[in-house]
C-alpha cells in the first residue's frame, strides 16, 4: 500500500521530482567518480614499479631518485659510475642488476637506455610482467622499442625509424640525425611511465652519445636491484650507502612510493572535500524540495489523514518517497559514471598513460551506495517528520471544527 501510493505521488510530481533526481545524480556521480580515481590513481602510482627491492643512484634525495627514475621527472645530480655497478653486482646477496641512463627524448617522450634484463626483471602492479603487443626487444645498436603511448601518440609502428633528440624537452635543437633508430617492439600499455617512453640499449645511448662500440658506458643514472632474498635488503642498503669510493644512496622503491604519496594526501583531501560539498549542497537542496513539496501536499495529506493513516504512515510515506529517489539517482549515478570513465579513461590514458578501469561491484562500491542512501534518508528525516506534524495538527484543527 505505502509503495504504490509513493509511486502515484512521485509520479503526480514527475518534473519536481526529476529535478531533484537530476541534482542527486550529478552529485552521487562526482562522488564515485572521485572515489574510483582516487583508488586508481594511487594503486598505478604505488604499483609503478614490483619485484625490484633497491634503486641505487648517485647521493641525492630519495624522492629525487625515485622521480628521475622510475617517472622520468627531474634529472640526478650527477651518474653513478660504471666501477660501482659492478661491485653491487658482484655482491653474494644480489641475484641481477639492470643499469638505467636517461637524458635524451623525443617529441617530448623520454628516452631510456638499459639492457636486455629490463623485459625480463621489470614487473609492475601485482608483480605483472611486461608483454609485448608486437615484436621483440632491441638485438641491436640501431633497435628501439615503444611504450603503447608513444605509438598511439605519434601512430608508430613495427619497423618505422626516428631520431632521438638530446634533453628531456619536447623542443630540442640537437638532434642524433647520424644515428636513426629502428623500431623492434611494441609493448602492452601498463598504465605506467613505461608507457610513454622508448628503449634503447646502452650501447645506443652510448653510441649517440660518442663512445665506441662494444664499449661498457662510463657511468649510468641509475641501477635496479634485485635481491637473493628480501632479509638482506637493509643490510645490502646500509653497505651501498656507506660506499667508500663513491657516493651512493640506495632506496627501496616500495617504500619510497609510499612515503612521497602520504605527502600527496593533500590532493586526495582536496578533491573528496569537492565532492563532499557537491553532495552537501544537493542534500539541502533535496531538503529545500521537500519541505516545499510539504507545504503544497497538506490536501493530499490530510486526505490520508482522514483515511485513517497515523503520522508514522506519512512518516514513512515520505522516507519511502526518498528511498525511491535515491535508489534511482544512484542507478543513474552509476551509469554516469561508467560513461564518463569511459571517456576520461581514454584521454587520461592518452596524456598520462594511466589506465583507468571501469566500476566493478564489490564490497567498497556495495557501502558506498549503502552509505549515499543511508545519508539521503537522514536527511530526509526532518521534512517526514514535519509532514507528519503538520497532518496531525490539521486535522485535529478539522475535528474541531
Known amino acids: 500500500m505505502l509503495w504504490r501510493i509513493a ?81 653491487i653486482r658482484q655482491q653474494p646477496a644480489v641475484d641481477w642488476v639492470v643499469p638505467l641512463s636517461m637524458g635524451d627524448s623525443h617529441r617530448g617522450f623520454r628516452v631510456l637506455a638499459t639492457s636486455s634484463d629490463f623485459f625480463t626483471h621489470f614487473h609492475y602492479g601485482q608483480k605483472h610482467p611486461l608483454q609485448w603487443q608486437h615484436g621483440q626487444g632491441f638485438a641491436t645498436a640501431s633497435d628501439v622499442v615503444i611504450g603503447s603511448s608513444v605509438a598511439q601518440q605519434l601512430g608508430y609502428d613495427l619497423g618505422d625509424s626516428l631520431v632521438l ?12 640525425t647520424d644515428h636513426p633508430f629502428t623500431i623492434t617492439g611494441v609493448l602492452q600499455p601498463t598504465g605506467t611511465p613505461i608507457d610513454q617512453t622508448l628503449l634503447i640499449g646502452l650501447d645506443a645511448m652510448d653510441l649517440i652519445h660518442g663512445g665506441k662500440p662494444g664499449a661498457h658506458p662510463e657511468s649510468i643514472s641509475a641501477l635496479l636491484v634485485g635481491l637473493n632474498s628480501r632479509i638482506q635488503t637493509f643490510t645490502l642498503q646500509r653497505q651501498i650507502n656507506e660506499f667508500d669510493d663513491e657516493a651512493l644512496l640506495a632506496i627501496l622503491p616500495g617504500v619510497e612510493l609510499s612515503l612521497l604519496w602520504e605527502n600527496l594526501g593533500w590532493i586526495e583531501t582536496s578533491l573528496r572535500s569537492i565532492a563532499a560539498l557537491v553532495l552537501l549542497s544537493s542534500m539541502l537542496g ?13 490536501q493530499e495529506l490530510g486526505t490520508l489523514r482522514s483515511l485513517g493513516a497515523g503520522p508514522w504512515f506519512v512518516f514513512a510515506l515520505i522516507e519511502i518517497e526518498v528511498l525511491l529517489i535515491t535508489a534511482s539517482a544512484l542507478l543513474l549515478a552509476l551509469l554516469t559514471t561508467q560513461l564518463g570513465l569511459l571517456a576520461a579513461g581514454q584521454w587520461l590514458a592518452h596524456i598520462t598513460g594511466i589506465q583507468l578501469t571501469l566500476l566493478k561491484i564489490n564490497a567498497r562500491l556495495l557501502g558506498w551506495l549503502g552509505l549515499l542512501l543511508l545519508i539521503s534518508l537522514l536527511a530526509a528525516v526532518i521534512p517526514a517528520w514535519l509532514a507528519s506534524r503538520r497532518s496531525l495538527l490539521q486535522q485535529l484543527h478539522s475535528e474541531s471544527h
Request: no cysteine.
Open 7 to 87: 509511486r502515484l505521488s512521485l509520479w503526480h510530481r514527475r518534473i519536481t521530482i526529476g529535478l531533484i533526481v537530476l541534482a542527486l545524480t550529478l552529485a552521487f556521480a562526482v562522488l564515485l567518480a572521485v572515489e574510483h580515481i582516487r583508488h586508481e590513481v594511487r594503486d598505478t602510482f604505488t604499483g609503478t614499479v614490483s619485484g625490484v627491492d633497491l634503486i641505487v643512484g648517485a647521493r641525492t634525495g630519495s624522492s629525487n631518485l625515485l622521480l628521475y627514475s622510475l617517472f622520468g621527472i627531474g634529472s640526478p645530480t650527477r651518474n653513478m659510475s660504471w666501477d660501482s655497478v659492478e661491485t
Open 165 to 176: 633528440a638530446h634533453g628531456q624537452g619536447r623542443t630540442s635543437f640537437s638532434r642524433h
Open 286 to 298: 533535496m531538503i529545500t524540495l521537500l519541505l516545499v513539496s510539504i507545504q503544497q501536499r497538506q
